[in-house]
């Protein structure tokens, strides 16, 4: 599995899971756009991966920057070969502690932010006639988490999102598929309470460890790959065996 001569956009990979994805994919020798809020994060990123990846700061609920990102990526690569739609909000707040413009912060970037970096990128696919788009969902849709209810909402939204789109996708031969992470010590996660819920978590899990950012990488390489071409419309989850369905 190779993906040299390809360029593919990572959100939010300036620390955890999107770092651990971009490292694999440029481990396969992928062009990756290290795309973050986090300047010197993504920078810092980038530099260590080679293969001409570069960082570019973006807010992927922002249509200006989408729109300048993909701009971007044109004017030095060309093309966009895979998109990985990782960035989000994760909060942990009880339901009715959140309030309206706290619910519309979550979903303008866990699933709108979605939505316009799938319709600039599969733009450019379409003329090529080739695509793969994979987004990071969460298995807190399956399980019905508690003190993340727009989070999950979000979630729920993408994974139906990706389910519709690859079926509108598909006739110009672009796959768009879901990963499904349960909880992952990254350092977002480790620095929040979600930390305290390992334990707990790791009781329901049929693998018995905490999961990390690199568990879910080759997941979405694989999703991202030409290898991939016959999957699309589904969602995986990779949480050690949290929710068996």
Known sequence: MTFEGRTVIVTGAAQGIGAAIAGQLAAADATVVVADTNGPGAQAVASRLGHGSFGVVADVGEPDDVAALHAEVIAQTGRIDALVNNAAIVPFTPWDEVDFPEWRRIMRVDL?????????????MRGRGYGRIVNVASNTFFAGTPNMAAYVAAKGGVIGFTRALATELGPYRITVNAVSPGLVASEGVMASPHAEAFDFVGGLQALKRRGLPADIAPAVVFLASEEAGWVTGTTLNVDGGHVRH
């Open 112 to 124: 709108d932010g979605v939505y316009l970096m799938c319709r600039a990128s599969s733009a450019h």
